[in-house]
């Protein structure tokens, strides 16, 4: 399994920025996907989480209490992607964030551990 993050950039508060993860090496709709972000001196920390799904776009969500109704997860299986629609950016989001991959039919969860396959990062700043 291979993860590709793109859309990261520099942005004022108050600004949007979509996220996206191209996934490839398996079956996508089998795989639990989520982000994590990694601010400057910090650890790496959930954000929000997709489940696995049947359909092109379904699944059930989580978010971290610091994103939640500001952050989107969605995924499109039928172009193996999974996106974080970002809106409301604060400074405070400033971060590099990862797009991570369960194991085979593996469950969305928020811990960092429970997932195996980690993309690059792609370095969202936003400056107040």
């Known amino acids: 399994v291979q993860l590709q993050a793109s859309g990261g950039g520099s942005v004022q508060a108050g600004g949007s920025l979509r996220l996206s993860c191209a996934f490839s090496g398996g079956a996508f709709s089998s795989y639990a996907m989520a982000w994590f972000r990694q601010a400057p001196g910090k650890e790496r920390d959930f954000a929000a989480t997709?489940?696995?799904?049947?359909?092109?776009?379904?699944?059930?969500?989580l978010y971290a209490d610091s994103v939640k109704g500001r952050f989107t997860i969605s995924r499109d299986n039928t172009e193996n992607t999974v996106y974080l629609q970002m809106n409301s950016l604060k400074a405070e989001d400033t971060a590099v964030y990862y797009c991570?991959?369960?194991?085979?039919?593996?469950?969305?969860?928020?811990?960092?551990?429970?997932?195996?396959?980690w993309g690059q990062g792609t370095l969202v700043t936003v400056s107040s």
């Open positions: 991570a991959a369960s194991p085979p039919w593996g469950a969305a969860t928020t811990q960092l551990n429970d997932y195996k396959y």
């Open positions: 997709i489940s696995r799904s049947r359909g092109s776009t379904d699944g059930s969500t």
